[in-house]
């Protein structure tokens, strides 16, 4: 399917909505762009379908294939209900029991509120099905095992991986908090992680060493010579206070998540920022 006739797919599946729904519809579209789905789930670097999954994400322990999650029946999440969905979502179980592994960012969606996370569904729905066969992943014994998957929830995740708001914080803070942790996740990239693969909380936000190079600290102190306007522009456009632009995935997360915040999203990110303890970024090993 090409991807103009995706789109008329789309738009047409839309329509066929209940008016009613709509609403429901477009609150999911805009919880799908916070949240980044369509950066992982989406195969970019070889222009595959949307959401129809293949692409390669390399980590320390392997190479993990985001599965597609069109509504296809077969290989995607058709057959799917609304509360395995959210489950899967927020809890890392997803449909007949699997534990899923925590490349897929569960531990941040946990906080989800229902709302969003059942918009979303209703979004997803309207995604033009894509009948693709999803990739086995490429990691080594024992990351690979299920077995793993569900000893490393065990061990790490209890709920909301993320720090709460500031004692006190704004409503706009509050807002900017749920933005980055529970929809951007941002924290996935730019925390740490221990050697087990679960953030280090203690340095959320201070920056991580991955393979072939460094995600930078986003910390309120490494944000100090950035001012407002210079976060909106590079949020809204990717481009840096030198003239630089961004590349790389932070390009994907400008082009498909914080330029389609609306202003009012992008204020509450930064003012959320500014208020994050500042971390000392680590030293390279």
Known sequence: ????????????????????????????????????????????PAKGPLLAGGRALKTPYGVFFPPNITPDPAH????????????????????????????????????????DAKALFSYMRTVPAVAKPNREHEVSAPYGWRLAAWGWRLLFFGGPVAPPP????????????????????????????????????????GGAQVPGGRIPNISSGALAEMNDDDLMTLFEMGMKPD?????????????????RLTPEDRKALIAYLRAVPAVASEKKK
């Open 1 to 44: 399917m090409t991807k103009g006739v995706g789109l008329l797919v789309g738009a047409a599946l839309l329509l066929s909505v209940p008016a009613a729904a709509q609403d429901q519809v477009k609150r999911g579209e805009y919880v799908f762009h916070a949240a980044g789905c369509a950066g992982c789930h989406t195969d970019v």
């Open 76 to 115: 995607g999440i058709g057959r799917w209900t609304e509360t395995e969905f959210v489950q899967a979502l927020r809890s890392g179980i997803g449909k007949g029991g699997t534990h899923l592994f925590p490349a897929f960012p569960y531990p941040s969606y946990a906080g989800m509120t229902d709302e």
């Open 166 to 205: 500031p004692a006190g914080a704004s409503a706009q803070v509050r807002r900017g908090h749920y933005l980055a942790t529970a929809l951007g996740h941002c924290g996935e990239c730019h925390t740490p992680r221990n050697s087990f693969g679960a953030l280090d909380v203690s340095r959320h936000h």
């Open 243 to 259: 003239g630089d632009m961004v590349a790389g995935e932070m390009a994907e997360v400008v082009h498909e998540s914080t330029s």
